[in-house]
């Protein structure tokens, strides 16, 4: 695939905000703090948001950025970026390596850029809309799905590491009862990647999520065959860009011809 000199500038920031949480994660004692909500923020996350606000400022400019660590709303704006810096900051500080930084482009409520970067495999998925999703490693980049999940054919559910509730426990066991399902667990945005891949097929969140958390998914799944719908009425998932609390949703890959028999 030829990339435009824009998406390559664009993937070029992100990876290196990839590099410097990894440089801020090898030093052990780096900063954390908590933040009102009691979730964590440390100098990786603000970091991150440095290097890609200030290159998508010169990369697009003009074009807001409304990022989880320095919200700049723009009620009026159709178009802006979403950015996620780091994406699964209770993974980051865990050190388990599945975290990730989200970004995306919103036209008009939608997604039509797409770009999630995993520092430690340095990995990145990136989709374009009406272009297809793509893995790209080493410079080079595969279309997706381009995984097929062999074996007894179960639907594959990932259960989010450090936020899963209760309810969504539920929703697997009142699945299960009509279709063969098995789960597995994986940290932050990272899911949204692996079902586009076809490593997996659905995964349900229920309780509260912002659209930097999801936006770049939606896109990724929505152009390797799946998609992102809200819970339970299936509608579209819309995107604005003050700091709203976002619908529950179900996400689900290109093996999942009817995601309806999945809104339970």
């Known amino acids: ?40 923020l440390t100098e990786a996350d603000l970091e991150s948001d440095r290097i890609i606000t200030e290159a998508l400022a010169k990369i697009c400019p003009g074009i807001p950025v409304i990022s989880e660590e320095s919200l700049r709303p723009s ?37 039509v850029e797409a770009y999630l970067h995993a520092p430690v495999s340095k990995i990145t998925w990136f989709a374009l809309k009406g272009r297809g999703a793509y893995r790209l490693k080493n410079n080079k980049a595969v279309k997706l799905p381009d995984k097929n999940i062999k074996g007894n054919k179960a639907f594959r559910v990932l259960k989010s590491r450090s936020h899963h509730a209760e309810t969504e426990s539920l929703w697997f066991e009142r699945c299960s009862e009509k279709h063969k399902m098995e789960s597995s667990v994986q940290g932050s945005a990272i899911k949204f990647a692996r079902i586009a891949e076809g490593s997996a097929d659905l995964h349900i969140k229920k309780g509260r999520i912002f659209g930097w958390d999801i936006a770049a998914g939606d896109l990724l799944l929505s152009e390797s065959g799946g998609g992102m719908a809200a819970y339970p009425s299936g509608s579209e998932i819309v995107y604005y860009p003050e700091n709203k609390i976002m619908p529950e949703f179900l996400a689900y890959g290109h093996r999942v011809s009817n995601p309806a028999l999945f809104l339970l």
Request: charge should be positive.
């Open 1 to 40: 695939m030829i990339l435009a000199l824009k998406t390559k500038k664009i993937i070029s920031s992100v990876e290196l905000a990839g590099t410097s949480i990894r440089a801020i994660e090898k030093k052990a004692a780096y900063t954390t703090v908590y933040k009102q909500d009691n979730s964590p």
């Open 75 to 111: 009620e009026n704006s159709k178009i802006f970026w979403l950015l996620d810096p780091i994406d699964g900051t209770k993974e980051f500080i865990a050190g388990n390596g599945e975290y990730c930084i989200s970004l995306a482009l919103i036209d008009r409520g939608r997604p």
